[in-house]
């Protein structure tokens, strides 16, 4: 574990170069010659030629090896910049000499807002030692009493203080990968918001969701928006691993241990060592894998195939699942100790049916994506988009990706009618029972609203067809008491 030393150059350490006599050693100086650093990593906004002759100074004070990182700052005290900037600082030393290495911010150079912002790094995103020089009294360890800080929060009210308030609240700044989820919906907006707080805490993360909901994506995000997110991300669909080939295959394997090695191979494990390893279907692992899968996390270590040697591993686990694992550990399918080792922070995606608004919005922003792909322009007639917007979508995100797909391949006008769209849309998967056979369990996938959809969509083109188009005798034929309220329904199932 390597100790480091992260600091802004301040005008006292400047001064100190010639004249010592006055301001002493300055703050870095004296914390580089009290305390030990294997680096030291100091940030400025001063011209080269006063930075140089600094850098050599101090290499006089104490050997060590020290590095620089030259901010561009349009003040020093604005507070994104000065974030923004040590934020990257702090994150470079991560993947330059390890995410397990101590971190100490020293306060006392540069200006309050640097320090300040040193305080909330190490209070939210990244954990550090604070350190404080003087003249007068050497080098202090700083404590920060942060609960008085929430009386001070409500007051803050400007833009740059909403962002630092942000800081406070442990909320990191919005990753790019987290601005592709599309959504608006109260109940994505808590799992992405908490999908956002959990990402730069290096703990393991278990997502739940039905198929096709986005588990992979949100992964991603959360890899991004991590402490390295410029590590490897390993995706493993657990399922589709045949069992005599999963130790390998995770765990890595020497040349001839077995019949067809024909060369040494890592295995996922180590393939995502200092990134995340994103284990999907978790749930589809035998229970011999999941003890060796849950010893291989306790130790921090994996034994590759072939080998008496164990390899160290530093890897962040997001692991995911459509069942629910706390059925699975009930009847036995799922070892309890290994649910609670990654189910530190749980995140469960809802099903498309289950988020209010954000249908539309997926539509438009899939269709767009769809068309750039296949390079055309389409849109969509009312029907079709009021048929979309009924669907109750059981194969969820993947399942309206793929049904946009269909439509646009095979579209031959610039706008997509009802027609089309409903010959795109693949039928509901619900179990046929034989007359008779009213004990017959329900499919796994069966879905209520598809076959009450599909049950009032026939009937509507039925009675439309007999009617002649007559609305008004149509919807005496279905029962409707005024075809105002046949408007309404062949408006909500797309019946042109």
Not at 135 to 149: H, L, S, Y
Not at 236 to 247: D, H, Q, R, T
Not at 381 to 405: F, I, K, M, Q
Request: glycine share 8%; proline share 6%; aromatic share 6%.
């Amino acid at each position: 574990m390597k100790k480091i030393l992260i600091s802004w150059i301040g005008r006292t350490d400047l001064r100190a170069v010639t004249e010592v006599g006055i301001v002493g050693l300055g703050p870095i100086a004296q914390a580089v010659r009290d305390i030990s650093f294997d680096r030291v990593v100091l940030l400025n906004n001063f011209p080269e030629v006063a930075v140089k002759p600094y850098l050599r100074w101090l290499n006089g004070i104490k050997s060590v090896v020290v590095s620089t990182n030259k901010a561009a700052l349009t003040s020093p005290t604005n507070f994104a910049e000065i974030y923004e900037a040590s934020v990257a600082a702090v994150q470079k030393c991560l993947i330059d000499y390890g995410s397990d290495s101590e971190l100490t911010f020293h306060l006392s150079p540069g200006t309050p807002a640097m320090a300040a912002v040193w305080i909330l790094i190490a209070a939210g995103r990244h954990p550090a030692n604070l350190i404080e020089s003087s003249r007068e009294q050497g080098v202090n360890v700083v404590t920060i009493p942060f609960e008085i800080a929430a009386e001070y929060l409500p007051r803050l009210s400007e833009k740059h203080d909403q962002s630092m308030l942000e800081r406070f609240a442990a909320l990191p700044p919005n990753a790019p990968a987290f601005e592709e989820i599309i959504h608006q919906s109260d109940t994505m907006k808590r799992v992405v918001e908490r999908a956002r707080r959990v990402a730069p805490r290096n703990l393991p993360v278990l997502i739940e969701g039905e198929s096709g909901t986005g588990k992979e994506l949100l992964a991603r995000a959360i890899h991004v928006g991590g402490l390295i997110p410029s590590g490897p991300f390993v995706a493993v669909n657990c399922g589709a691993i045949p069992e005599n080939l999963m130790e390998s295959e995770f765990f890595g394997h020497k040349k001839g241990s077995f019949t067809g090695a024909a060369c040494d191979r890592k295995g996922h494990f180590l393939e995502a060592d200092g990134g995340t390893l994103f284990l999907d279907e978790i749930g589809e692992l035998p229970l011999a894998m999941q003890a060796r899968l849950l010893r291989a996390l306790q130790q921090g270590e994996v034994t590759p195939v072939g080998s008496s040697k164990s390899v160290p591993f530093k890897t962040r686990i997001i692991a995911a699942t459509n069942r629910n694992l706390m059925d699975e550990v009930a009847v036995g399918r799922f070892r309890e100790d290994l649910f609670y080792r990654l189910a530190v922070a749980t995140l469960r995606l809802p099903a498309l049916r289950e988020r209010q608004g954000d249908v539309g919005l997926l539509i438009d922003k899939l269709l767009a994506q769809v068309s750039s792909e296949l390079a055309v322009k389409l849109s969509l007639s009312p029907g079709a988009r009021a048929l979309l917007l009924a669907h109750s979508w059981p194969g969820n995100v993947r399942e309206l990706l793929n049904t946009l797909h269909r439509v646009v391949a095979w579209c031959e006008d610039a706008t997509i009618s009802t027609t089309e769209l409903r010959e795109a849309i693949l039928p509901a998967r619900t179990l046929k029972s034989m007359p008779g056979d009213e004990t017959a369990p329900l499919a796994e996938s069966f879905s209520l609203p598809d076959v009450l959809a599909d049950v009032a969509r026939k009937n509507l083109e039925k009675a439309m067809k007999q009617a002649g188009g007559n609305k008004t005798k149509a919807s005496k034929l279905l029962g409707l008491p005024n075809y105002q309220t046949l408007d309404n329904w062949l408006k909500k199932y797309g019946v042109e």
